[in-house]
């Protein structure tokens, strides 16, 4: 209702700003993701699908699920209006002015789907914090939040992905699934997993929230499950459309004899522990950790030097390694810690449902619990906790305080992938902006509560700035510059490690001391 009449010429608005602000960024660098999709555009345009996935002229071969390989396989058929030359597989780092021009505007383009997304979203919010101002109303803030999100900007408009559009379909799932269109929700959920499977960590969270509210279909007085109540149809209803979308995208392959194939592709176990850049995780201070015993064991020699290997983890490679003191983590073990994880807030949203609310609990420390103990994480996935706890951060202070912290830290350790000097000044301005305007909306909105952070959580976020000079100024001055590379990479992915790694143990918390209300239980 909030979103009705008056209040759509505001978001319409916010909608072509943030458009005209991913115009602006169409000269900006952009990053080897650049060319992996260059790349899939030739591989999908010129060769049958039996060759999709065997393709290896270049080193980035197709490794997305099969939905979006038939997505570049579309926007290939408009590429070649505008340089066909990018569309010859052997055209290795091609990059003429109407190739970016293309790509960036596809990009742009496809984002039309997470405008509309966010707007839905914005729907559902409960309108109940009457504000006079527009500019305090939580509808305002969440799709300032949402629609210019810094790490969305700097990911997908400068490095260059296609982040926004998945996002998209992800958050008009979670509108569906708050608007009771349950199934609606569930098939928008199965197509963007075979349109990339990182999606996967917030699996746990639809199925058991489809099967507590679409499969049962009602719950006792005191909120526990009314076991009677089993919908044999709606079950069968979920698994026609989870299979039905998996044949449309995997069918093919399986007639063809290739999903061995298409797997080895989609988890290539042969990767690292960690992605190039250490993603601001559990891992990464298990490395730094490793690290510092290494030092310390040589200084005092409780360790040969000899028998140390020179390639280390901190060489910004992707990788395997062995860690020298701590245990050496297999995939087997980071699945099985990532399980454990997301355990508790599973059972959280079985034993104790809140609803929606719950459910977008839960879809974050899914996205969170996976993000710090899974297997060659990449940076770029803390967004997957930071948009869902958008939606809850305009509902409740603490969970806004969480919010504050994670979309911080989390922001700034995207900072690395931005690493030529044209650059800075545009993550800076823009990650100043985003964090002011989300503390000082935030702020207002729950201004008759106690503060958002504590005096301790405060000074770790201002500690950033330091940080941040050190890394950019300060550092590149001095001679370690030569010998000790990894070093800014390492201070700040250990730094947001600690911030992320708080965050997730205050929501985790904040869900597992939650009380629920006998309205909510009679939900």
Not at 61 to 85: G, M, N, R, V
Request: glycine letters at 4%; proline letters at 5%; charged letters at 15%.
């Amino acid at each position: 209702r909030a979103m009705a009449a008056g209040g759509r010429g505001w978001f319409r608005a916010l909608a072509l700003g943030v458009s005209f602000l991913k115009c602006l960024l169409i000269p900006a660098y952009y990053s080897t993701d650049f060319e992996v999709h260059r790349n899939w555009l030739a591989i999908t345009h010129n060769l049958p699908l039996s060759q999709w996935y065997y393709e290896a002229t270049s080193e980035w071969t197709l490794d997305y699920p099969p939905f979006f390989a038939w997505f570049e396989y579309a926007l290939s058929h408009i590429a070649k209006y505008f340089d066909p030359q990018m569309l010859v597989v052997e055209n290795l780092n091609y990059a003429s002015r109407a190739t970016i021009f293309f790509q960036r505007l596809s990009v742009i383009f496809t984002d039309t789907l997470f405008i509309y997304a966010v707007h839905e979203c914005c729907r559902c919010v409960n309108g109940k914090r009457a504000a006079k101002d527009i500019l305090e109303k939580p509808t305002f803030i969440l799709a300032v939040l949402l629609l210019w999100n810094f790490g969305l900007l700097i990911v997908d408009h400068i490095h260059f992905q296609y982040n926004g559009f998945l996002f998209g379909l992800m958050l008009l799932s979670v509108a569906r699934l708050c608007q009771k269109r349950y199934l609606e929700g569930a098939l928008l959920f199965a197509i963007l997993l075979h349109f990339k499977h990182i999606y996967m960590y917030v699996a746990p969270a639809y199925g058991i929230y489809l099967l507590r509210s679409y499969c049962f279909t009602a719950n006792n007085a005191d909120g526990s499950l009314k076991w009677r109540s089993f919908s044999f149809l709606h079950v069968t209803l979920l698994g026609l459309i989870v299979c039905l979308v998996s044949a449309l995208s995997l069918g093919p392959f399986l007639v063809l004899g290739q999903l061995p194939q298409v797997i080895s592709r989609l988890f290539p176990f042969k990767r690292g522990l960690c992605h190039a850049y250490w993603a601001p995780n559990f891992w990464a201070l298990y490395n730094a950790m490793d690290k510092a015993l290494t030092v310390l064991g040589l200084k005092c020699n409780f360790l040969d030097g000899t028998k140390i290997s020179k390639a280390s983890m901190t060489g910004g490679l992707v990788q395997e390694f062995q860690h020298t003191v701590l245990p050496s983590v297999t995939p087997l073990a980071t699945l099985i810690c990532t399980f454990i994880a997301i355990l508790p807030s599973v059972f959280c949203l079985w034993f104790k449902p809140q609803g929606p609310r719950g459910f977008l609990q839960c879809l974050v420390l899914c996205a969170l619990s996976s993000f710090m103990f899974g297997w060659h994480v990449h940076e770029k996935a803390i967004l997957l906790a930071i948009l869902p706890l958008s939606l809850l951060s305009i509902q409740r202070a603490k969970d806004a305080g969480i919010y504050l912290i994670l979309a911080t830290t989390g922001h700034f350790s995207l900072f690395p992938l931005l690493f030529t000097p044209p650059e800075l000044p545009i993550k800076i301005l823009l990650m100043l902006l985003f964090t002011v305007y989300s503390f000082s909306s935030l702020k207002s909105l729950f201004r008759r509560e106690k503060p958002l952070l504590n005096w301790l959580e405060t000074i770790y976020l201002i500690q950033l700035v330091p940080l941040e000079i050190f890394c950019e100024i300060i550092f590149p001055l001095t001679p370690w510059k030569w010998d000790f590379p990894f070093v800014p990479l390492l201070l700040t992915s250990v730094y947001c490690a600690l911030g992320i790694t708080y965050a997730w143990l205050k929501l985790y918390v904040s869900v597992l001391t939650e009380r629920i209300s006998v309205r909510q239980k009679a939900e």
